[in-house]
Nanobody, 124 residues
Framework: QVQLVESGGGWVQAGGSLRLSCAAS????????MGWFRQAPGKEREFVAA????????YSADSVKGRFTISRDNAKNPVYLQMNSLKPGDTAVYYC?????????????????WGQGTQVTVSS
């Protein structure tokens, strides 16, 4: 069974950094588009960043551009999210997701496999 497991979440003060990781099992995700989404309490799930199958094309939402960086290492964990200059507004559960090989997408419904999420809390 294909599974994605996120790690690296936690509590941090505003201005701090965290690095999220996403480990895959049960399948070869090296060619899949990998994405990060987040969901804050009472809000809809929001696209954060995505990266193409070979890590050539990263894409980030405007709200995190310049602060968050998505990358992947297909030999180890499939995708990372380096988060710098964190703000209280970044507080959410962060989800890793995989979409079948193709063009990058920001749409949650186009991702087939999801992790359980990891909580990120940023205090002011």
């Amino acid at each position: 069974q294909v599974q994605l497991v996120e790690s690296g979440g936690g509590w941090v003060q505003a201005g701090g950094s965290l690095r999220l990781s996403c480990a895959a099992s049960g399948g070869d995700f090296s060619r899949y588009v990998m994405g990060w989404f987040r969901q804050a309490p009472g809000k809809e799930r929001e696209f954060v960043a995505a990266i193409s199958g070979h890590g050539i094309i990263p894409y980030s939402a405007d709200s995190v551009k310049g602060r968050f960086t998505i990358s992947r290492d297909n030999a180890k964990n499939p995708v990372y999210l380096q988060m710098n200059s964190l703000k209280p507004g970044d507080t959410a559960v962060y989800y890793c997701a995989a979409a079948r090989p193709g063009r990058l997408t920001t749409l949650a419904h186009e991702y087939d496999t999801w992790g359980q999420g990891t909580q990120v809390t940023v205090s002011s």
